[in-house]
């Protein structure tokens, strides 16, 4: 430590000693049931591999432009704009064609009991 951080380094050292005793005395206790009430449901590899089968056979049943503005707003994560941006289109144009195509899935899915 150099000699002009002294300070700085004691000022350090105080915040967390502070930090940790407040910690010690509101610690948050985590039951069993309130962990399980959080954990997310995962696949086995096979029903993931089927179901991401199922979703890339609705998909090719869209228009192709439907299908690019779907693809690139939710499984890219592209937001309207970008994704407007990116295929060379009017901003309503993406968000009717994703309303479009989102609807169309929706009731494939639910043709094939997949929806409740």
């Known amino acids: 430590m150099r000699h002009d951080d002294a300070l700085a380094y004691a000022r350090r050292i105080l915040v967390n000693a502070s930090v940790d005793a407040w910690r010690k005395r509101h610690g948050e206790v985590v039951s069993d049931e309130a962990v399980a009430a959080h954990e997310p449901v995962v696949a ?9 089968d199922r979703v890339g056979r609705m998909l090719a049943t869209l228009p192709p432009q439907q ?3 779907v693809v ?16 060379g289109l009017s901003l309503g144009t993406v968000k009717s064609n994703a309303a479009r195509g989102v609807a169309s899935l929706r009731a494939r899915y639910a043709e094939e009991g997949l929806l409740s």
């Not at 690139?72 to 295929?87: I, N, T």
């Open 67 to 69: 299908r690019r503005v």
């Open 44 to 52: 086995s590899g096979f029903e993931q591999v089927e179901e991401h």
């Open 72 to 87: 690139l707003r939710y499984y890219a994560d592209l937001s309207e704009r970008e994704v407007a941006d990116q295929l």
